[in-house]
């Protein structure tokens, strides 16, 4: 076999099929254009091939200083990473003998490119398709991580929710409330997404500080992540809280647009674009809550409580039949047990994979 870092655009096709070859609809590729940017900047892009040449596996092998520091050791981190049956251990072989090279701690991932960001592995409701932003993998993928060595970090679940609960008793809030405490809701304004995003940001960093996982997101990495909102993006469904004018909680959900990305193999082109804008009413029967939280001095007021009884109205006003969530930490029960109250049910088992070097 063969690891090599992808160096032409013959290997970066192949990079980039390997998923369709190996997976059917329930898996949501990474759009195309996302993977070729971080190619241009650098990212490590390998392949194993077996000895006929054909792509058996693929991965990135990358580092990032302030996950460094959250976790206090020097980690080597892989993602995009996609297998076939049985060749998971000598893919993981060569990402930590890359990781002892580079006189790494320990390996960390799959996380694309940070945990923050994308990646997992799903461990359970493998029957059930993926979606944005969020991992789907065949049940062997689990087995053959923990046969190597790995063990789970941060495990956690994906999530559905039905949107037929009446929101004012499933989230119950006083209104008397909003002029008291000097509480105003906003939505999303495609026309000024470019200014409301760094207060999102801003709130998102300051929410998401205390979780192991969690480094703060750069204006970069914000703006990277969320190239395109705009002509995704439901007005309805960026909502965020000001109290006395100062930004406190914010819930971001998008149209989940999954099934069209499987459909086009994650080639998300110019032309693939226009044919989204032309049929994106088809892609408004479900949504992804793909981040949402509370500013720490204002958490255990029930701010998220009153944003979630207003998302459920516009879900239910818009159309939208099901909610999905990305990944909730089991060490973060107050988030799950919003969906518990819409009477939702845990959709994947999720976890990242970790190994310490000798």
Known sequence: MSFERVSDSRALRDFLALPGQLHDHRYVPTPHQTIRRWYRDGVGLYLLRDRSGRAIARSTV????????????????FGLTEFR?????????????AARRNGRDAVFGPVSLLPNQAGGVITSGFGERGFLDSAWNPEHYPIEYESFGFTRRFEADTWLCPTTSEPETVFG???????????????????RIATQLPMLREMLNASFEQLGYYTSISAEQLA???????????ESLLLYLTKADRPVAFVLCVPDISEFLAKIGGDLGIRNQLRLLATRSRYRREAVLVIKGTVPDQQGHGYMRYLSRELLRNLRAGGYHQLRSTYVEHANPASAAHYRAMGGRPL???????????
């Open 348 to 358: 994947h088992g999720y976890t990242f994979y970790d190994k310490e070097l000798r």
């Open 62 to 77: 990358h580092t990032d200083d302030a996950f460094d520091a959250k976790l206090g050791r020097r980690s080597q981190l």
């Open 173 to 191: 809030f006083d209104d008397r409330r909003l002029a008291a405490e000097h509480l105003r809701l906003h939505r999303g304004d495609k026309r």
């Open 224 to 234: 990277a992540q969320t190239d395109g909102l705009a002509y995704l993006l439901d």
């Open 85 to 97: 049956p049985g060749a998971g251990g000598a893919l993981f072989d060569e990402i930590c003998c």
